[in-house]
């Protein structure tokens, strides 16, 4: 088992900047990727930025972060891992409740995990 919490969102105005951050505990070592992803009301959960946690740390984000959020990881040990997402030139549009997301493989079967969510509201 996996378990995620998510903590950092807030209220900013648009241009500021927010650090979430994602702990991650439990069975690490059966996770290859992490991400984090979004929904707005009245729209469909998106992906926002994903990180390899297999060993290569290469990241993918959504056309409409690139170049201002950042995805990154820490590892202090083989039971907690954080993954952070640093989030610039915040936009309105940005407003979303955001999620953790961990994909772990475990005898060729997939598993997905999920934070609670943390709310980011961007103000005009």
């Known amino acids: 088992q996996v378990r995620l919490v998510e903590s950092g969102g807030g209220l900013v105005q648009a241009g500021g900047s927010l650090r979430l951050s994602c702990a991650a505990s439990?069975?690490?070592?059966?996770?290859?990727?992490m991400g984090w992803y979004r929904q707005a009301p009245g729209k469909q959960r998106e992906l926002v930025a994903l990180i390899d946690s297999s060993g290569s740390g290469s990241t993918n984000y959504a056309d409409s972060v690139k170049g201002r959020f950042t995805i990154s990881t820490i590892s202090r040990d083989n039971a907690k891992n954080t993954v952070y997402l640093q989030m610039n030139s915040l936009k309105p549009e940005d407003t979303a409740v955001y999620y953790c997301?961990?994909?772990?493989?475990?005898?060729?079967?997939?598993?997905?995990?999920w934070g609670q969510g943390t709310q980011v509201t961007v103000s005009s």
């Open positions: 439990g069975s690490l070592f059966s996770i290859n990727v």
């Open positions: 997301n961990a994909n772990a493989v475990r005898l060729a079967v997939n598993y997905n995990y």
